[in-house]
């Protein structure tokens, strides 16, 4: 991780104020959520989504589309 972001700080420092520390940070401020990771932290977070949003969920979770607020488009699986 410290590797990474002294990259990201050095090469493309734009980048780094768009990155957050927390998914609910991330939820609250998105329009558009793009999954891949099907750790179950994810599953959970997903279901404080909000109306109006989008989630791409590219790996399959193991959760029903219809339980969640947001519009929930499955692809590539």
């Known amino acids: 991780v ?3 972001k002294e990259y990201i700080e050095k090469q493309i420092p734009h980048l780094s104020s768009l990155l957050s520390d927390t998914i609910d940070d991330v ?9 891949g990771n099907s750790a179950p932290e994810f599953v959970d977070a ?9 989630v791409i969920d590219l790996v399959r979770l ?3 589309g219809s339980l969640l607020s947001a519009d929930y488009r499955g692809i590539c699986w």
């Open 2 to 4: 410290g590797v990474n």
């Open 27 to 35: 939820i609250n401020t998105s329009e558009v959520i793009v999954v």
């Open 46 to 54: 997903l279901k404080k989504c909000r109306a109006g949003q989008i």
């Open 62 to 64: 193991p959760i029903c």
